[in-house]
């Protein structure tokens, strides 16, 4: 099943500073994972992936690790912007027969106040 | 195209009609998929498409709920005898599919109300 509350979380930082967002996947045989960035009324769009023979990936202002030990997935962006406010996700994929399938945490909703 | 395009964007319906939701993938992406996001909530698998053939629908939640891809290109996704907790945004995404993880690629969604 999914890691899920009933209440989205929520970041507030200041433009500039350095944000973390958090994931707990639960299945264990998952080994591809993304982050996703949804802005209000669009649909999500691809920040950065990593394997699981991976625990961590940097891409432009971001970084995402992945703590398999813990099932615990976290998205850095550094320098914050206000053009990054949104929602963002998780997802995760456990290959074999779920190709096909992404499994999606519930979403942390990312304010950054100028 | 440049990206996965959705249609219509909005759609109002009355309780009990039927109403059929568009999506034109990537060029050369032979995976489809859909998914249902509802009012403040994460995305929701609904069903696969490799080529014309669905591996995994597992995701649909009646059998009010049909979807079809002809031409290994545009799929239609249907909601029959629509209720109104099937209001909700339906996210269509594609990638290059075959045996290889990839990320997905969304288009805007279908935002579905039903009175």
């Known amino acids: 099943g999914e890691s899920v509350g009933l209440h989205l979380p929520t970041l507030s930082v200041q433009e500039g500073d350095n944000s973390i967002i958090n994931c707990a996947y639960s299945n264990s045989a998952s080994d591809y994972f993304i982050w996703y960035k949804q802005e209000s009324g669009k649909g999500p769009q691809f920040i950065i992936d990593?394997?699981?023979?991976?625990d961590k990936r940097q891409g432009q202002r971001v970084t995402v690790l992945l703590n398999k030990t813990v099932k615990h997935l976290s998205l850095q962006i550094a320098a914050t912007q206000p053009g990054d406010s949104a929602v963002y996700f998780c997802?995760?994929?456990?290959?074999?027969?779920?190709?096909?399938?992404?499994?999606f945490g519930q979403g942390t909703i990312l304010t950054v106040h100028p | 195209g440049a990206g996965v395009s959705q249609s219509p964007s909005n759609k109002v319906t009355e309780k009990g009609k039927d109403v059929e939701l568009r999506c034109d993938p990537i060029s050369g992406h032979t995976a489809l998929y859909w998914y249902r996001q509802s009012l403040g909530q994460g995305l929701e698998f609904l069903i696969y498409?490799?080529?014309?053939?669905?591996?995994?629908k597992s995701g649909l939640p009646s059998d009010r709920f049909s979807a079809e891809r002809t031409g290994g290109s545009v799929s239609t996704l249907t909601i029959q005898r629509t209720q109104q907790e099937d209001s909700a945004v339906y996210l269509c995404?594609?990638?290059?599919?075959?045996?290889?993880?990839?990320?997905?690629?969304f288009g805007p969604g279908t935002r579905l109300l039903v009175l």
């Open positions: 498409f490799q080529g014309n053939s669905a591996p995994d």
């Open positions: 995404a594609s990638n290059r599919g075959g045996r290889t993880q990839e990320t997905q690629y």
């Open positions: 990593i394997r699981s023979n991976m």
């Open positions: 997802a995760e994929n456990a290959g074999g027969t779920s190709y096909g399938k992404l499994t």
